[in-house]
């Protein structure tokens, strides 16, 4: 089976579902399906160096890019359009992953064209809030296209149950699939060094932290998180703890975070990393006390993940949709945004060691158990199969009496 994989973006600073296409395309190749990677060289307000309109390796895994032209919200790329509509019959399946881009929107036009099903994974983008930034260009894309790419969809893949119930109550939509993402075995299986980190970052000394580990943006809740930190570990008991912001966004709200740390007299309790990566990251986590994201919306959150595989409890807000499953686990804490509820919550995390050590060994539990690349491309797989099977029979003649 030979499945092409539609993204508008994959640099790192896209987060979560940028990383998330290079681990779902290597483990469905592990699993014997054919994966290949189309997308744009998009990276903020500049270029990835990549080969275009040739495959090529990204990663580790075949994808093939072509030139953004313009608009960074949209990735308009005509060149990846007029591949598409050369050489998606080539696929047995296509995954559109996103809907408000211009290349998901040119893949299910090309499909519907050339009769090849396709699977859209909407990366939270139907999810009531984010339906509400930027409204009428949401309306006008859903009126132009988007509407009738979901209803064309063979399926529509939820990676939670809430995410899948909040886009269908809202808009209507059916045939979706639950298939969660998971984490490369190297979270699971990399040795802890917690030192790596803090010797490269040595203002910490032996502090306890809170990690953010994350693309910095506004919906990621990081100013409310940050007045929190600062009023809990106001006390005494609590003073020696610091907040890590890792992570990296866009340079204009990266310095607006930062001064509204110093702003808050966080300049010293409130340090700011920039990107981590490979081992750099493992440290950080391994390190870390405790993983913050009270975000106003997240579908999913590797990095969430992440954490829990290295045995680091989490605390989030409901918006988060993994938060029922973390609760179910009790692998960390849920906060609501509001200012004294997430202080409290907090707060209690803060002052209770032994607690925070036993809801880390329930998250690695947990991650092992539902949040494994094998076990996401074992679904995807099936899932896959049953939507070529389906096509295969709507084709075959009846036959006569």
């Known amino acids: 089976?030979?499945?092409?994989?539609?993204?508008?973006?994959?640099?790192?600073?896209?987060?979560?579902?940028?990383?998330?296409?290079?681990?779902?395309?290597?483990?469905?190749?592990?699993?014997?399906?054919?994966?290949?990677?189309?997308?744009?060289?998009?990276?903020?307000?500049?270029?990835?160096?990549?080969?275009?309109?040739?495959?090529?390796?990204?990663?580790?895994?075949?994808?093939?890019?072509?030139?953004?032209?313009?608009?960074?919200?949209?990735?308009?790329?005509?060149?990846?359009?007029?591949?598409?509509?050369?050489?998606?019959?080539?696929?047995?399946?296509?995954?559109?992953?996103?809907?408000?881009?211009?290349?998901?929107?040119?893949?299910?036009?090309?499909?519907?064209?050339?009769?090849?099903?396709?699977?859209?994974?909407?990366?939270?983008?139907?999810?009531?809030?984010?339906?509400?930034?930027?409204?009428?260009?949401?309306?006008?894309?859903?009126?132009?296209?988007?509407?009738?790419?979901l209803n064309r969809a063979a399926a529509i893949h939820y990676t939670t149950a809430e995410e899948q119930r909040l886009a269908e109550s809202s808009l209507g939509l059916s045939r979706g699939v639950v298939v969660a993402l998971g984490v490369d075995e190297q979270v699971f299986a990399t040795a802890r060094d917690e030192m790596r980190f803090r010797r490269e970052h040595p203002d910490l000394g032996a502090a306890p932290y809170v990690i953010v580990l994350s693309r910095l943006h506004p919906k990621k809740g990081l100013e409310r998180l940050v007045d929190s930190f600062l009023h809990v570990t106001a006390r005494p008991e609590l003073s020696t703890w610091r907040l890590v912001l890792a992570g990296d966004g866009e340079a204009e709200y990266v310095w607006h975070l930062q001064q509204y740390a110093r702003d808050q007299v966080g300049n010293e309790r409130v340090v700011f990393t920039g990107w981590l990566a490979g081992l750099d990251k493992f440290s950080a986590l391994d390190s870390a006390s405790l993983m913050a994201l009270p975000s106003s919306q997240e579908n999913f959150g590797i990095a969430v993940v992440e954490a829990l595989a290295r045995g680091v409890p989490v605390l989030v807000s409901p918006h988060v949709n993994l938060?029922?499953?973390?609760?179910?686990?009790?692998?960390?804490?849920?906060?609501?945004?509001?200012?004294?509820?997430?202080?409290?919550?907090?707060?209690?995390?803060?002052?209770?060691?032994?607690?925070?050590?036993?809801?880390?060994?329930?998250?690695?539990?947990?991650?092992?158990?539902?949040?494994?690349?094998?076990?996401?491309?074992?679904?995807?797989?099936?899932l896959y199969a049953s939507i070529r099977e389906e096509v295969g029979q709507s084709t075959v003649a009846p036959a006569l009496g």
């Open 1 to 149: 089976m030979r499945a092409l994989h539609v993204i508008a973006g994959v640099a790192p600073r896209y987060g979560g579902p940028s990383q998330a296409i290079v681990g779902m395309t290597r483990s469905l190749r592990e699993a014997g399906i054919e994966t290949l990677i189309a997308t744009t060289d998009a990276d903020g307000p500049g270029r990835l160096r990549v080969a275009l309109e040739t495959e090529t390796l990204y990663e580790g895994v075949p994808a093939i890019f072509f030139r953004r032209q313009w608009s960074e919200s949209l990735k308009i790329s005509f060149p990846l359009a007029r591949w598409l509509r050369a050489h998606i019959a080539a696929f047995d399946v296509v995954h559109i992953h996103a809907v408000f881009s211009h290349g998901s929107m040119a893949a299910a036009s090309a499909c519907h064209a050339r009769r090849v099903p396709y699977v859209v994974r909407p990366l939270g983008n139907l999810d009531p809030w984010s339906m509400r930034q930027k409204p009428i260009r949401k309306r006008l894309f859903w009126h132009m296209g988007v509407r009738a790419m």
């Open 323 to 382: 938060a029922p499953d973390i609760v179910a686990a009790n692998a960390g804490w849920v906060a609501a945004l509001e200012a004294e509820h997430l202080e409290t919550v907090l707060e209690t995390a803060l002052m209770q060691a032994d607690e925070r050590s036993r809801r880390g060994e329930a998250g690695r539990k947990l991650a092992r158990e539902r949040f494994t690349w094998e076990r996401s491309a074992a679904d995807l797989s099936r």
